[in-house]
């Protein structure tokens, strides 16, 4: 079955440290998207890429870094100049265009230790 | 300022029972408002997707509205179950210059189906 798969689910990080939320997905999307999310707010963009090797920062894209070097794969990195990490973060992915349904990921939780 | 409000913030009902869910939003351009099911710690799941030319757009026992000109959208859920106890999410979409999809999402209501 396609889809979009997140790793890992959970994920502990230390102060200072970058870590890399995994993204990968097997249904021919052009469109992938990387989500923040925090109690009571709504979804924020961190970052999102229309086609291979080229993505275009989000809302809060300070702090996290990306790569599109496959189609299939748009990894996340939280640096350690993001200062409060803490989060959930949803990866998700389209076809281009407005009308297309927007697939979701199951999500990953960073927490700072 | 583009912006997406919902209300009521949380909600609860009786297994059995029907409710609505509110959206207002201020987007513009407007392309389609979407509307998403979350379970707590899970990706959204799509409910229905709308254009401005739609008034009306049901899933199961999900109905979705859209007034375009007051630009507010409502869900109803009919015959609530224990499993509809989830946030649900409006979201609105703008296309950007470049043709990507620029989402607003609201930060959701809360519904719980107690027994």
């Known amino acids: 079955d396609g889809g979009i798969t997140q790793s890992p689910k959970y994920l502990f990080r230390k102060e200072g440290q970058n870590v890399t939320l995994s993204c990968e997905q097997n249904l021919n999307h052009d469109a992938m998207y990387w989500y923040r999310q925090d109690p009571g707010q709504g979804l924020r963009l961190i970052y999102y890429s229309q086609i291979v090797n080229d993505f275009q920062k989000g809302d809060i894209a300070e702090g996290y870094s990306v790569s599109r070097e496959k189609k299939e794969s748009f990894p996340l990195t939280v640096t350690s100049a993001q200062k409060n990490p803490t989060a959930f973060y949803l990866c998700a992915s389209t076809t281009p265009g407005g009308w297309n349904t927007i697939y979701f990921g199951e999500g990953s939780w960073l927490t700072v230790v | 300022k583009n912006q997406v409000e919902q209300s009521p913030q949380s909600l609860i009902i009786l297994e059995g029972k029907n409710c609505t869910l509110q959206?207002?939003?201020?987007?513009?351009?407007?392309?389609?408002l979407r509307w998403y099911k979350q379970d707590t710690g899970r990706g959204p799941v799509s409910l229905t997707i709308?254009?401005?030319?739609?008034n009306t757009k049901s899933n199961g026992r999900y109905t979705a509205t859209l007034d375009a000109d007051t630009k507010q959208s409502s869900l109803h859920i009919t015959a609530s179950q224990l499993s509809d106890s989830a946030s649900y999410i409006c979201?609105?979409?703008?296309?950007?210059?470049?043709?990507?999809?620029?989402?607003?999402f609201g930060t959701g209501t809360r519904l719980t189906v107690i027994p």
């Open positions: 959206c207002n939003y201020t987007v513009s351009p407007f392309s389609n």
């Open positions: 979201v609105v979409t703008s296309l950007l210059i470049t043709g990507a999809n620029n989402l607003f």
């Open positions: 709308m254009t401005f030319s739609e």
